[in-house]
Structure formats: structure tokens, C-alpha cells
T-cell receptor
Framework: GAVVSQHPSWVICKSGTSVKIECRSLDFQATTMFWYRQFPKQSLMLMATSNEGSKATYEQGVEKDKFLINHASLTLSTLTVTSAHPEDSSFYIC??????????FGPGTRLTVL | AQKVTQAQTEISVVEKEDVTLDCVYETRDTTYYLFWYKQPPSGELVFLIRRNSFDEQNEISGRYSWNFQKSTSSFNFTITASQVVDSAVYFCALSGGSWGKFQFGAGTQVVVTP
């Protein structure tokens, strides 16, 4: 079946550094991918829609200059958290629109900012 | 605007008891999809079911069953004869209009004790 991977699965970084998270569709092409954020014991909140070859669309309240999204190919979208701070610590999950109009979720990336 | 409400924050049951998770949604879209996902402690979302707005048939899959009632905008989920492995957070989600964008409910933590 269709698979979406994320790398890394977890990352710890120092405050002020930037972190890049990759989301890949392994066996299908995805013109659209989505990024979600989940704080501990909370729900998943959509951050942005990533469109291949064009600018991402951000949800209200999400800082586009802080969360840079690049969808440079049909199988890869990246989320870069710039100048990360402890409040950015969260679980980041991507999803991709795949075959049969189905959404496939990645396994998530746990970010801890010290 | 879309909204998904899971009023139950946590449900604790003893193994073999049945447990029903409530989900109420709001949308102005005439075509939409409803989902249930399971999120174990690992964080990875496990797809359980997708139901489109035109299909109000109830569904049973093993110990899982779903009751979709459009008249009350509800999509409830029942686990029959619960097992310890059912312990997880369960999310109800809605996708309509912009396909692929999910609105998740707050989630219900299910705790099954032996």
C-alpha cells in the first residue's frame, strides 16, 4: 500500500537553531501534502498546505517565516522550523494525497527544543 | 467553518466491556468525508474507517462498528469486547471542501484495564 515516511522520527536541538523535517511519499506522487502539529495531549492542528511547485498556503496564526515549507518534487515536502524555541517543541505530522483519493499520514517527527 | 466535537476526554473500561466514542460534526459542505483514527503511544496515526457523506450505512469490522447519522451529524464508534491493545487516543476527523485538509476532533483517550 501507499506509504509516507518522515525523517527524522525525532530530533533534539538547541534554542535558536533551525531544524528541517522531510516528508516523502514512497510509492506515489503527491502534488499536495499537508503539515500538522500536535502538542502533548492535544489534537492535530493543520499548519499548512504544501503544493508542488508553488508557495505553501498557511493556516491562520501560523508564521510562514518561521515554518518554511518547500515542496520541490512530487514526492518530497520539507518543513523547516527556523530559530526554534522551546514552545516549538511538538509532534509534526505530514500527510499526502495519494491513490484513490486517500490521505496517507506519515509516522510523525517529535521535535524537542532545549 | 468545519468543526468536530468529541466530548469525551477519557473513557476507562475493564477488558471485555464495550465502549462507544461519540463524534459530532459541523460542516456546510454537502460532500464530505468522516474518519476515525487510532493513535497509540508511538504517535503514528492508524486509519480505521472512512465514510462519505452520501453513505449512511453502518459498518462493522471485527470488534469495531460505526454508526453514521446524518440527521444528527454524528459518527459514533463502538469497540465491542474491548482489549488492552485498544488503549489509545481515538480521533474523529472531517474532510470536506478542500480535499485532504482534515479537521480533527480533540480526541478521546481510551484506557482498557485487564
Amino acid at each position: 500500500g501507499a506509504v509516507v515516511s518522515q525523517h527524522p522520527s525525532w530530533v533534539i536541538c538547541k534554542s535558536g537553531t533551525s531544524v528541517k523535517i522531510e516528508c516523502r511519499s514512497l510509492d506515489f506522487q503527491a502534488t499536495t501534502m499537508f503539515w500538522y502539529r500536535q502538542f502533548p495531549k492535544q489534537s492535530l492542528m493543520l499548519m499548512a498546505t504544501s503544493n508542488e511547485g508553488s508557495k505553501a498556503t498557511y493556516e491562520q496564526g501560523v508564521e510562514k517565516d518561521k515554518f518554511l515549507i518547500n515542496h520541490a518534487s512530487l514526492t518530497l515536502s520539507t518543513l523547516t522550523v527556523t530559530s526554534a524555541h522551546p514552545e516549538d517543541s511538538s509532534f509534526y505530522i505530514c500527510s499526502a494525497s495519494g491513490p484513490a483519493d486517500t490521505q496517507y499520514f506519515g509516522p510523525g517527527t517529535r521535535l524537542t527544543v532545549l | 467553518a468545519q468543526k468536530v466535537t468529541q466530548a469525551q476526554t477519557e473513557i476507562s473500561v475493564v477488558e471485555k466491556e464495550d465502549v462507544t466514542l461519540d463524534c459530532v460534526y459541523e460542516t456546510r459542505d454537502t460532500t464530505y468525508y468522516l474518519f476515525w483514527y487510532k493513535q497509540p503511544p508511538s504517535g503514528e496515526l492508524v486509519f480505521l474507517i472512512r465514510r462519505n457523506s452520501f453513505d449512511e450505512q453502518n459498518e462493522i469490522s471485527g470488534r469495531y462498528s460505526w454508526n453514521f447519522q446524518k440527521s444528527t451529524s454524528s459518527f459514533n464508534f463502538t469497540i465491542t469486547a474491548s482489549q488492552v491493545v485498544d488503549s489509545a487516543v481515538y480521533f474523529c476527523a472531517l474532510s470536506g471542501g478542500s480535499w485532504g485538509k482534515f479537521q480533527f476532533g480533540a480526541g478521546t483517550q481510551v484506557v482498557v484495564t485487564p
